[in-house]
């Protein structure tokens, strides 16, 4: 099945947003959605998530899913809003609550804030599926960035979250808690066990040095041959290796503090405190 893919990419966060679709009928899924945050105001904004709304009604799609790769650190998901407006069920990695475990620590969450995943409507395991209309959609359990990374294979596509990037940008960073370079590169080397015509799909790209646009499309055959940190077979101990050293210089995503306290939320705010407004808490030196 080839199903058809239709992205819009945030520039503010370098993410890119898919509505997949069957190639005859109505049904789809939005995966990996993108609420805006200015994070010196606080406010939050729509404009990314309206416009996949107003596609997926000009369209006359039908959403029956909302799926996230992962819980993002770099943007907000805007999945409740997209339910509020368009109905669908909302999934994810069941390794979800060991990323609500660890952080529900971090920010010192209350015994209110439930880490069984159950802000979610359903949680997926590795070799799970299931039905966006007549496409199957399989779950395949990608760890190493997170512990809860999921790629989506979904008829010849696979939405592969942060586990892959363009093949000139390579991979993802694997030193947030619960990361692992080794376990990433056994990911990555399932993904590319797919057929080489398998369209990849990339969460993020960051417009690699002497490439001028932005791209989020390729293939697990350019990804075998030219991914510049995992590709002509480079052994395990050298990615290993380069990716634990490069990791060591990366400074924390931008959004990094708001985007964890809401998306390990299925992308809810925290509860409002008594005046009615709603906090976000930055923990010192806790990250």
């Known amino acids: 099945m080839h199903p058809r893919v239709h992205a819009f990419f945030d520039e503010a966060t370098n993410t890119a947003t898919y509505v997949v679709s069957e190639p ?49 650190a770099d943007h907000l998901s805007a999945a409740p809003y ?33 880490r069984d995943g159950s802000q ?23 760890p190493g960035h997170t512990p809860a990374c999921m ?24 030193d947030f808690p619960g990361g692992s370079a080794a376990v990433m590169y056994d990911s990555i080397q399932r993904i590319l066990a797919l057929p080489d015509e398998t369209r990849i799909f990339v969460c993020h790209d960051y417009k690699a040095p002497g490439r001028d646009a932005y791209a989020w499309e390729t293939t697990v055959g350019a990804q075998k041959a030219f991914n510049k940190h995992v590709g002509a077979g480079k052994p395990k101990d050298d990615f290993v290796a380069m990716r634990e050293a490069r990791d060591a210089t990366l400074a924390m995503p931008r959004l990094i503090i708001p985007s964890l306290q809401v998306n ?5 705010m925290p509860e409002p405190e008594d005046n009615g407004l709603t906090y976000l808490k930055v923990p010192i030196n806790g990250l």
């Open 24 to 72: 005859e009928g109505s049904a789809c899924a939005v995966i990996d959605s993108v609420l805006d945050f200015d994070y010196a105001s606080g406010r939050t904004d729509t404009r990314s998530a309206d416009a996949v709304i107003a596609f997926i009604r000009d369209q006359g799609l039908r959403l029956e899913w909302i799926l996230e790769t992962h819980v993002h």
């Open 82 to 114: 997209l339910q509020e407006a368009l109905g669908g069920k909302l999934a994810i990695g069941d390794r979800i609550t060991v990323v609500q475990q660890t952080f529900g620590k971090v920010f010192n969450e209350g015994t209110r804030f439930a």
């Open 120 to 142: 979610f409507d359903r949680l997926l395991r590795d070799g799970d599926s299931l039905m966006i209309g007549q496409m199957r959609c399989d779950a395949l359990h990608t």
């Open 151 to 174: 790629t989506y294979v979904i008829g010849d596509a696979a939405f592969v979250g942060d586990t892959l990037f363009m093949p000139d940008y390579g991979t993802a960073r694997c």
């Open 264 to 268: 390990m939320r299925a992308g809810q």
